[in-house]
């Protein structure tokens, strides 16, 4: 035994490491590149995510403000999102690399090459692709970001990347456990093999394919003829079928889908990759959606905002005290109970409390208003209480904004209420914190102001010391007046002042949140770069799978199956798993929120998570399917019925 291990350790030593791991990185480059391509893209999720929270900390921290922890919290969750996909990609790649090396690993146990370098060698095959696209991918990330913030505007308000010496060492860290834990298994596999097992394996994946003999042709049950030799070399001709090319689609998906379960790994992968991916840009997407619904059912044709023309948001003041003089002798206004005309004078200021489902602070709308604000919104109805009495520390509560915030049901007391209004001398927004407000009520319009507090103008003026009204808000006899009145007004307004009707009004509301706010942009960069990577993802896999079916595509190839029938099969067995992953993602997000009350741009909005966004993220993830499938699918289309043949 002795005089036999000699040879084998003799060959073992002039073997060399490097030449072995070179050899296997370039024999198929597709491997290496896909691997780093995807841990590159999960580490510019994490420089954006973790890179940009340190900024905006840094910066909040030099105007001495507290942005809390949620922003950490959300940059976390993000990069955490891309290294689960990553970690699932290349524990696959690798699983799979090995599974195709069964020979080579058999060949060198066979001539003495010791477990500890198998080892490091598949370990090291994984980890070289990690640290490679963790460099490139936190390099790319402020490059990215910079490019992002000139094309795209909402982002100019955001601060430059930060990186830290945690962070680096962390992501260091981060690489080589994704490049040891997908490489771990697979080498801890590998080197419990037996010699002859892996041997005969690797013999089993070149061996051509056995040929029977006999040249007449024979007919099939399923319409297949064959052929007589061909008289160049004596191989075979294609064997012809009269199979309708739908039904050899239908059929190679078929056989496909059946062996799923044998691949059940890469199957996994692209089914929770589309899944997050989906539900990453649903989550955002379903928020903005609330708002966008809510925004055409608010407001009234009949109702006229008269405000300056720099107040997009009405709540920074500075509308002269003629303005309303002037809008009272305009034609075609509505008129009171009491004869006088249906109009008031309004101040908007904000209110910060405290929120139901998670003890945080939250920001909405106070309304200071008049005692003729019923009568101009025929939308209102009191659900309960009263009328805030005016020149009183009394509030009426919309029925969101009351299932949202905490102390808003009625004869509750606010022992504080910090209130926020724009200084002119400053530039900015001021808080005041005012003691006693009592809720003397609820009530529900059914349109963005149900998000909002009802106050009395006079008392929340003095509140803040304002001295001016941010808007005046008519009621017309019928939404056709309003041309007539715009014309008799603006004439004898002050100059720089805005007449609208209140629907165009929040139409344009709308439009400036989805213009300039970068939740949405972002939703969309997130979505994009998990959807590069996943396109990455399918295309290793879809690889992998055809790799693994090379027995029964030359089968089917052999027995006259066409090319294109199996390029259409990955495709379709593609898409039809990232269908599932796309269902997945939207259940998810419809199931948590849908239906949840979200309060941001100044109200309460409730989540809506419907049709047209279903199929938003549905298309996206199959475009991203169809992507990283297309690839593999034309190479399936050209390859030859001899060409399979070789790969079994």
């Given at each position: ?18 030449p072995?791991?070179?050899a ?12 780093f ?47 689960g ?54 390099v ?32 260091a ?32 994946a ?16 399923a ?10 070399g ?12 739908l ?63 720099n ?36 101040v908007?200021?904000g ?42 520390r ?6 969101l904004a ?19 209004a ?17 809720i ?54 002050p ?100 239906g ?47 060409e ?5």
């Open positions: 035994m002795r005089h036999s291990a000699e040879p084998g350790a003799r060959l073992a030593r002039p073997l060399k490491f490097a072995l791991l070179w296997w990185l370039w024999r198929r480059p597709g491997r290496t590149v896909l691997a391509v995807a841990v590159m893209l999960a580490f510019t999720l994490y420089g954006l995510a973790l890179g940009e929270a340190e900024g905006f900390a840094r910066a909040a921290a030099a105007r001495h403000v507290n942005i809390g922890q949620g922003f950490l919290l959300g940059a976390m969750a993000v990069s955490a999102i891309g290294f996909l990553i970690l699932f990609l290349t524990a696959n790649a690798t699983a799979q690399g090995v599974r195709l090396r069964l020979g080579e690993f058999g060949t060198l146990k066979a001539i003495g090459f010791p477990h500890r370098l198998i080892l490091a060698l598949v370990m090291t095959e994984a980890a070289l692709p990690c640290l490679a696209g963790a460099v490139a991918g936190l790319a990330a402020p490059l990215l970001f910079a490019i992002l913030k000139a094309a795209l505007p909402p982002l100019a308000v955001f601060p430059a990347l930060v990186y830290t010496p945690a962070m680096l060492a962390v992501a860290a981060l690489a080589v456990f994704i490049g040891g834990a997908s490489g771990l298994l697979p080498a801890l596999r590998v080197t419990r093999l037996d010699v002859a097992a892996a041997l005969a394996g690797g013999l089993r070149t061996t051509s394919p056995r040929r029977d003999g006999g040249d007449a042709p024979r007919q099939s049950a319409g297949v003829t064959a052929a007589p030799p061909a008289a160049e004596g191989t075979r001709r294609i064997i012809k079928t009269d199979m309708h090319p039904r050899q689609i239908a059929v190679v998906t078929r056989v496909g889908l059946s062996t799923l379960p044998l691949r059940l790994k890469g199957a996994v992968v692209i089914v929770v990759g589309v899944g997050v991916m989906v539900f990453v840009l649903l989550y955002i997407l379903s928020i903005g959606e609330g708002i966008r619904l809510l925004m055409p059912k608010s407001g009234d044709p009949s109702i006229v905002l008269i405000h300056p023309e107040d997009r948001w009405l709540d920074r003041g500075g509308l002269a005290p003629t303005a309303s003089q002037v809008v009272a002798s305009g034609p075609g206004i509505a008129q009171g109970k009491d004869g006088a005309p249906l109009m008031e004078a309004e908007s200021l209110i910060n409390l405290i929120k139901r489902n998670n003890g945080k602070t939250g920001s909405t709308g106070i309304l200071g208003v008049g005692s003729r604000w019923a009568q101009i919104r025929p939308s209102f109805h009191l659900l309960s209480g009263r009328m805030p009495r005016p020149g009183t009394e509030l009426l509560a919309g029925d009351r299932r949202k915030f905490v102390g808003l049901d009625e004869g509750r007391i606010l022992a504080k209420a910090s209130l926020s724009f200084d002119a001398k400053i530039g900015t927004y001021a808080h005041h914190v005012v003691p006693q407000w009592r003397v009520g609820t009530f529900s319009t059914g349109d963005l102001l149900d998000g909002y507090l009802i106050g009395s103008a006079s008392a929340l003026k003095a509140a803040v010391n304002q001295a001016t009204d941010d808007v005046v808000r008519v009621r017309l006899i019928s939404p056709s007046s309003f041309d007539v009145f715009r014309r008799a007004v603006i004439k004898r307004l100059p720089g002042l805005i007449v609208e009707r209140e629907t165009d009004y929040y139409a344009g509301m709308w439009r400036r949140i989805a213009d300039t706010s970068p939740a949405f942009t972002i939703a969309y960069i997130l979505a994009g770069l998990i959807g590069i990577g996943m396109i990455a993802g399918t295309m290793h896999t879809m690889q992998s799978a055809l790799e693994e079916r090379a027995r029964e595509i030359a089968i089917l190839r052999a027995l006259g199956f066409d090319g294109l029938a199996v390029a259409a099969s990955v495709i379709l067995e593609a898409m039809l798993l990232a269908g599932a992953g796309a269902i997945l993602g939207a259940a998810i997000v419809w199931l948590w929120m849908n949840f009350l979200y309060n941001a741009a100044g109200s309460v909005y409730i989540v809506r998570v419907n049709l047209r966004l279903l199929l938003v993220g549905s298309l996206w993830g199959l475009a991203v399917a169809f992507g990283g499938s297309l690839t593999i699918a034309i190479k399936a289309a050209r390859q030859t019925p001899i399979a043949l070789r790969e079994v």
